[in-house]
C-alpha cells in the first residue's frame, strides 16, 4: 500500500515563529487531506488539497502531486497551534480510505 | 464542530467484554468511516459503509464488526476485548461524489 512519512516527527516554536512542516507520499493520490488534532483529541480538517495551493487565514497548503510532496505551513504560530499535525492520502481506484502519516508533533511556547 | 457525531465520549470497560461505538454522519453524506488510532499503531483504517452496504475493510479484526443502518447512522461493535483495544476511535463520513473526509470527535476507548 502507499506509504506516508512526515517531518519532523517533533517541532518546538517560540510564539510568532513561522514553521514548515512536510509530507511525502509513495504514489500518486486522489485525495489529500491535512488535519490537526488538538490536545483534547479531536481531528479538525484543515485542508483537502489533492493539488495546488490553498491559504486559510495563518495556515497554507501546497501539493505538488507530480513530485509526491506536501507542505504545510504555519505563520505567526500561536499557542493553540499546538498539537499533532497529521496528513492523510487516499490512492487509487475505488480505495476511498485514509491511509495517515504518523505525525508532526508541535509545541508552541510562549 | 464537523457535524458528525460519537456516543460515548469515553468508555471503560473490562477484559473480555462487548461494547457498542455510535455514529451519525453529517446530514446527506452516505459514506461512513472508522478508524482506530493507538499508540503504537497511530491511526489505521478500519472499514467503510456507503448508504448501508460494506464498501472497503482494513485493519478490522474478526473481533470487530460494523454495520450501517437505514437511516445511515453506524454502529461499530467491539467484542471479546483485550487490553490491546484500548484505543480512540473516529468515525467519518464523506458527501456523495467527494473524498473529503469530516471526523467525529472520537470515542475513547479503556480496557482494564
Known amino acids: 500500500g502507499i506509504q506516508v512519512e512526515q517531518s519532523p516527527p517533533d517541532l518546538i516554536l517560540q510564539e510568532g515563529a513561522n514553521s514548515t512542516l512536510r509530507c511525502n507520499f509513495s504514489d500518486s493520490v486522489n485525495n489529500l487531506q491535512w488535519f490537526h488534532q488538538n490536545p483534547w483529541g479531536q481531528l479538525i480538517n484543515l485542508f483537502y488539497?489533492?493539488?495546488g495551493t490553498k491559504q486559510n487565514g495563518r495556515l497554507s497548503a501546497t501539493t505538488v502531486a507530480t513530485e509526491r510532496y506536501s507542505l504545510l505551513y504555519i505563520s505567526s504560530s500561536q499557542t493553540t497551534d499546538s498539537g499533532v499535525y497529521f496528513c492523510?492520502?487516499?490512492?487509487?481506484?475505488?480505495?476511498?480510505?485514509?491511509?495517515f502519516g504518523k505525525g508532526t508533533k508541535l509545541s508552541v511556547i510562549p | 464542530d464537523s457535524g458528525v457525531t460519537q456516543t460515548p465520549k469515553h468508555l471503560i470497560t473490562a477484559t473480555g467484554q462487548r461494547v457498542t461505538l455510535r455514529c451519525s454522519p453529517r446530514s446527506g453524506d452516505l459514506s461512513v468511516y472508522w478508524y482506530q488510532q493507538s499508540l503504537d499503531q497511530g491511526l489505521q483504517f478500519l472499514i467503510q459503509y456507503y448508504n448501508g452496504e460494506e464498501r472497503a475493510k482494513g485493519n478490522i479484526l474478526e473481533r470487530f464488526s460494523a454495520q450501517q443502518f437505514p437511516d445511515l447512522h453506524s454502529e461499530l461493535n467491539l467484542s471479546s476485548l483485550e487490553l490491546g483495544d484500548s484505543a480512540l476511535y473516529f468515525c467519518?463520513?464523506?458527501?456523495?461524489?467527494?473524498?473529503?473526509?469530516?471526523f467525529g470527535p472520537g470515542t475513547r476507548l479503556l480496557v482494564l
Open positions: 488539497i489533492p493539488s
Open positions: 467519518a463520513s464523506s458527501p456523495p461524489g467527494t473524498t473529503t473526509q469530516y
Open positions: 492523510a492520502v487516499q490512492s487509487g481506484a475505488g480505495s476511498y480510505q485514509l491511509t
